[in-house]
C-alpha cells in the first residue's frame, strides 16, 4: 500500500511555491491534508504530496473561487485596523480555535490583509515606482522591451513587497508613461524655467537619420539655472527638416510651431 504523503512547510514559502504559498494552509490534527483559504476546504493529500495541491487549484470549484474573491472584496475589511498576522490570529484564537467556522473567519482575514490590502491601497507607491523604472529604462538606454522580462524578476526577488506584486509595466505601457506623461510634464518645468533666464544658448546639430532618411536637427539649450547655481545644459527637441539641409531650410524648421518659444 502506498504511503500517505506529509504536508511540508516548504509548501507555504512564497519564495518556493508562490502559485499557492499564499492560499493553503496545514491542517492542526491532521498532518495529511492541507486546507484551502479560498474553497474553505480540507484536501487530503493521500500519496500524491505536492500534486494533490496542482489538482486542486486547477478544479472548477477553486477556479470559481478565485474569481469571486477577485471581484467581490468586503469593503469592512478595509476600514478595520488589524495588528499583524501573528497577532491577529493569536487574539481570535483565544475564544475557539477548532471549530471550523472560527478557522475559515481567520483565513479570511489573512488572505484579505495579505493579498488585497496592498493591491488597493499601494496604488500611489506602485505607480511611483512604476515611473522610477521608466527613468531607469531611459537612463540604462534600456529598451521598452525589456519590462516584460525584468518586472517578473523583480517579482520573485521581492517576493515579500505588495509594490513589486502589483508592478504592471510593460513595453506599451512603458512608453505611454514616457511620451504622453513625463514629457508634457518636464517640457512645462523647462519652459517655465527659461522664462525667467535672461539669456539663453541654443546648440544645435542637423544630420542624416538613416531610417527616416531624413535630415535631423537635435536641439540643446544651455541656461544659468538659479536653482543650482550651475550652467546647465538640456535637450529641447529633435525636428526633421524636409528637403536639402540649407540655411534658409534649418532655419525654418527651427522657428517652427512645435518648439519652445524661447525669444522675449
Wanted: glycine share 4%.
Amino acid at each position: 500500500m502506498p504511503k500517505r504523503t506529509y504536508f511540508k512547510q516548504e509548501w507555504i514559502n512564497p519564495q518556493i511555491n508562490s502559485e499557492w504559498a499564499e492560499i493553503i494552509l496545514p491542517v492542526e490534527d491532521n498532518p495529511f491534508a492541507f486546507l484551502c483559504i479560498l474553497c474553505k476546504k480540507k484536501v487530503n493529500l493521500s500519496n500524491m504530496g505536492r500534486q494533490s495541491i496542482i489538482s486542486h487549484l486547477k478544479s472548477t470549484q477553486h477556479i470559481k473561487n478565485t474569481k469571486l474573491r477577485s471581484s467581490n472584496v468586503k469593503i469592512d475589511t478595509f476600514t478595520q485596523v488589524n495588528g499583524n498576522k501573528e497577532v491577529y490570529i493569536e487574539n481570535t484564537q483565544v475564544t475557539d480555535t477548532k471549530t471550523d467556522q472560527n478557522q475559515n473567519k481567520i483565513y479570511d482575514q489573512i488572505h484579505v490583509n495579505n493579498i488585497q490590502m496592498g493591491k488597493y491601497f499601494n496604488k500611489p507607491n506602485v505607480f511611483s515606482a512604476e515611473i522610477r523604472w521608466v527613468f531607469h529604462l531611459i537612463e540604462s538606454h534600456s529598451s521598452y522591451s525589456s519590462c516584460s522580462k525584468t518586472i517578473p524578476v523583480l517579482k520573485k526577488m521581492f517576493f515579500d513587497s505588495n509594490i513589486a506584486q502589483n508592478m504592471s509595466l510593460g513595453p506599451t505601457k512603458a512608453s505611454y508613461l514616457l511620451v504622453y506623461g513625463l514629457a508634457p510634464y518636464f517640457t512645462d518645468i523647462l519652459e517655465k524655467t527659461l522664462k525667467e533666464c535672461e539669456y539663453v544658448v541654443v546648440c544645435f546639430d542637423e544630420s542624416l537619420n538613416k531610417v527616416a532618411q531624413k535630415g535631423q536637427m537635435d536641439l540643446v539649450l544651455r541656461y544659468w539655472d538659479k536653482e543650482v547655481n550651475l550652467v546647465v545644459s538640456k535637450y529641447l527637441k529633435s525636428v526633421f527638416i524636409e528637403g536639402r539641409a540649407t540655411a534658409e531650410n534649418i532655419l525654418k524648421h527651427f522657428f517652427g510651431r512645435y518648439l519652445i518659444n524661447i525669444f522675449k
